[in-house]
Nanobody, 113 residues
Framework: VQLQASGGGLVQPGGSLRLSCAASGKIFGIKAMAWHRQAPGKQRELVASIGTGGITNYADSVKGRFTISRDNYNKFTVYLQMGSLTPEDTAVYYC???????WGQGTQVTVSS
């Protein structure tokens, strides 16, 4: 199973970005998927997850600002819509499928003026 993440970049505080993660390979059925992030000098942390039934879960630090969703036509693609970004959101963002222990390559998000 391979995960391809994209959509990172440089954004000003208060701005928005949308990350995408496309899964491919031998995936049987819809699986829970998640986004994690790792800032310099910090441990990797769970940002958001979406279960097989569409139930979502968010870290307290991003609730109300980030939204995780699946593509309507390709259930193996998930998005992370990020809004009201702050410098504290600067990190490398990774997508993850726990069932396959698969991780994407990471995409850098930098929030700076």
């Amino acid at each position: 199973v391979q995960l391809q993440a994209s959509g990172g970049g440089l954004v000003q505080p208060g701005g928005s970005l949308r990350l995408s993660c496309a899964a491919s390979g031998k995936i049987f059925g819809i699986k829970a998927m998640a986004w994690h992030r790792q800032a310099p000098g910090k441990q990797r942390e769970l940002v958001a997850s979406i279960g097989t039934g569409g139930i979502t879960n968010y870290a307290d630090s991003v609730k109300g600002r980030f939204t995780i969703s699946r593509d309507n036509y390709n259930k193996f693609t998930v998005y992370l819509q990020m809004g009201s970004l702050t410098p504290e959101d600067t990190a490398v963002y990774y997508c993850h499928i726990p069932a396959y222990r698969a991780w994407g390559q990471g995409t850098q998000v930098t929030v700076s003026s």
